[in-house]
């Protein structure tokens, strides 16, 4: 009779972690979104590089995470990522011959949102909380839009 019970404690104890296990995961509180303004454009080279070259190496550096680049006139780009067909980002790519910018331009199932705009009414009880309309996103964007920014730098540097 023990074991039974033991068996049956520990088989629920299994079900239930694998129950809430994927819940836990998924439940990441949203961050703000980090900005990525004025990037400087650094060749390896040393030279100043071209619209078209920066724009080939914006396109290349993309693509090595599965980013896909679309233009929208000369100096900007729009790049995609869809992870397995269930989170979508969109970010704007502006660029000059010195500089390139990164801002968010759309998502699907990355919880986007703006902070509260009486935060700051409640920043005396949480100090670490985000000023009133600051745009939130799951971590996960943040993290790549980093990738795609050293992916980018990267190709710069081989120029």
């Not at 972690?17 to 060749?43: C, G, K, Q, W």
């Not at 980013?67 to 006139?73: E, L």
């Not at 269930?86 to 986007?112: G, M, P, Q």
Request: aromatic share 6%.
């Amino acid at each position: 009779m023990q074991t039974r019970r033991h068996w049956l404690i520990a088989s629920l104890a299994i079900t239930a972690s694998a129950v809430l296990a994927p819940t836990a995961h998924a439940a990441r509180p949203a961050v703000p979104i980090v900005p990525h303004d004025h990037v400087p454009i650094v060749a390896g080279s040393g030279k100043t590089l071209s619209l078209d070259e920066i724009r080939g190496a914006i396109a290349r550096g993309a693509a090595v995470h599965d980013w896909t680049v679309s233009p929208v006139h000369p100096g900007e780009l729009v790049a995609s990522l869809n992870v397995r067909n269930k989170h979508f980002a969109s970010v704007t790519i502006k660029y000059t011959e010195t500089a390139y910018s990164v801002t968010y331009r759309d998502s699907t199932n990355l919880e986007y949102q703006l902070s509260h705009p009486n935060a700051s009414a409640r920043r005396e009880d949480f100090p670490s909380a985000p000023p009133p309309n600051t745009p939130l996103i799951h971590p996960n964007y943040n993290r790549w839009v980093d990738t795609l920014i050293r992916d980018i730098n990267t190709e710069l540097r081989r120029h």
